[in-house]
Structure formats: structure tokens, C-alpha cells
């Protein structure tokens, strides 16, 4: 008699749930780090116009801090600028939601004035806040330049640079408009100043290129959101998808804009591969 033995066999192991598990929690590290985890962008602006005595001129830029926190007081923001070693700190707009934010901004802003001249202007969300009045004296109090469709004239070395501002759109309705701002500084200052403009909306290049600016510093699209390879940003700041001007420097008929991925959010979406930034430009003249 002849037996035939039959090895009994192990049943396969699934691996798609450990695998599901392990990317799973990749997106939680990631989706982690894009909302909580503050990066330094360095962005070298050359132009032939930046007088020689101007290059190496820093502008840290802070847009859309949204009364973020990153350590205590905000310790961890202000020793990133702080390393940086700016000589000037521009602040694009939308620093608070409301009322409140004002206790949670007031030591970020007594310690930047501390580190280099701060310059600040609008967003729509100050005036949406109910406290924009209360915003304007503790800018004040805390030495802080609100630039409100005005400008300052740097000088270094009998060179001088233009640093204007303008207010958001939702602010007062009867407010100059920046086609009228931008011509009234270059009548007055002339065509030869380099000009930067703080400008709180992510679309002015277009619109302003021809108005005799250099560069246009802003935020309010907080990058986009979502980014992926080969976009510009998925969610713009009014629910578009794949919106232009999100994130980093363009260029349009000579003109430059520098759009930040903002410090905080008030969205409603996470940040995914898209984390909160402090951009550090840094002026270069072709002729140095």
C-alpha cells in the first residue's frame, strides 16, 4: 500500500494592510510637518537697477501670520529672523483674525522691531477683524511702520531705495487706489530709486507691472495649500483650483514679485508639502 503525504499549506500573508499602515502614517508625518514645521527660504533679487551700495540688502518677510505661534512668545519665529540678520522685516498682511490675536502679537512684534526696522501693511483679514483701530496703536506703540498707501526713502552710502505699502482692498472704499499711489511716488522721487512695494494680494504683478515698480512683496494665497510636483499651488485664497502666483519669485516686463507660502492659516485646509515659510530676500546689484 502506497501513502501519499500532502504538506499542508501556510496560508499567505495579505501585506497590503501593512502596507496601507506604513503610507497611512507617512501621510500623518507629513501632513505634520507641512502645517507645524517653519522653514527659511533664501531668495537672491538681482537687478541692475539695486544700487552697488544696496547689495546684500536682507528684507526678512513675514505675510499671513494669522497670530500663528511657534514656541513660547513666538520664541522660535523671532530666532529664525534673528539668525537671519535682516535689515529691514516686512510684514504683508493679515498678522491677526481678531481681537484677541492682539495678546499673541505684541511680543512678536516688540521683538522684531528689536532686530531690524519693521515695515507692515494690511490684509483683508484686519479688516474683517473689528479690531483694526486697536491693530494701528499697538503697531505704533511697539515702534512698527504701518505703510498705508505712503512710502519711506532708505539711504546707504547717498543711494536710496524705495520701500512703499499699500492697504488692502477691503479696507476704506474712498482709500487711493495703487495705479494712483505708485505714479504720485515716482513723480515725486523720480524714475531712478529702486522701488519695492509691500502689497498684501498675490495678483498685483500683472496689474502693477507697468506702474514703475521693482518688486512687489506679498502673500495671501498661503502657497496654494496642497503642493505637488509641476503646480503652482491646488487651492487659491478664494476656493480656486490650480491658481497662479502661490509661492516664490516672478517676473513680468521687468517687474518681480515675491509671493510668500505665509507663516499661520485661517483656510480651513491643511498645509500638505507646503510648510509655513520666512522668506529672506536678499537684494543683489548686477553692477557689484
Not at 479696507?171 to 531712478?192: F, N
Not at 480656486?240 to 516664490?248: A, F, K, Q, R, V
Request: proline share 7%; hydrophobic share 40%; charged share 25%.
Amino acid at each position: 500500500m502506497i501513502f501519499i503525504s500532502y504538506e499542508k499549506q501556510r496560508p499567505r500573508r495579505r501585506r497590503w494592510p501593512r502596507a496601507l499602515a506604513v503610507l497611512a502614517l507617512l501621510f500623518v508625518l507629513l501632513l505634520l510637518d507641512s502645517n507645524f514645521r517653519l522653514v527659511t527660504t533664501r531668495v537672491e533679487v538681482t537687478s541692475p537697477r539695486i544700487p552697488p551700495e544696496f547689495d546684500g540688502f536682507a528684507v526678512a518677510h513675514l505675510s499671513d501670520v494669522h497670530a500663528a505661534v511657534f514656541g513660547r512668545d513666538n520664541k522660535g519665529l523671532i530666532e529664525k529672523v534673528r539668525r537671519a540678520g535682516p535689515d529691514a522685516i516686512a510684514i504683508t498682511g493679515d498678522l491677526i483674525n481678531n481681537k484677541d490675536d492682539l495678546e499673541i502679537v505684541e511680543p512678536l512684534l516688540h521683538a522684531l522691531v528689536q532686530i531690524a526696522p519693521v515695515y507692515y501693511v494690511t490684509g483683508n483679514h484686519e479688516w474683517d477683524s473689528g479690531a483694526v483701530r486697536e491693530l494701528f496703536a499697538l503697531l505704533k506703540d511697539t515702534g512698527v511702520r504701518a505703510l498705508r498707501n505712503e512710502y519711506d526713502v532708505l539711504e546707504k552710502g547717498g543711494a536710496r531705495l524705495i520701500l512703499a505699502g499699500i492697504d488692502d482692498p477691503n479696507g476704506p472704499y474712498d482709500m487711493p487706489k495703487p495705479e494712483e499711489v505708485l505714479p504720485r511716488i515716482r513723480q515725486k522721487e523720480g524714475d531712478g530709486p529702486y522701488l519695492i512695494l509691500l502689497a498684501h494680494r498675490n495678483k498685483y504683478l500683472p496689474r502693477l507691472a507697468p506702474y514703475g515698480v521693482d518688486l512687489i512683496l506679498s502673500g495671501h494665497a498661503h502657497g496654494g495649500m496642497i503642493r505637488l510636483p509641476f503646480t503652482d499651488g491646488l487651492i487659491g485664497p478664494s476656493r480656486e483650483w490650480l491658481p497662479e502666483y502661490t509661492s516664490g519669485l516672478y517676473e513680468m516686463g521687468g517687474a518681480k514679485m515675491f509671493v510668500s507660502r505665509g507663516v499661520g492659516n485661517r483656510t480651513g485646509f491643511p498645509r500638505f508639502l507646503n510648510n509655513p515659510e520666512l522668506a529672506i530676500l536678499v537684494l543683489r546689484s548686477e553692477a557689484a
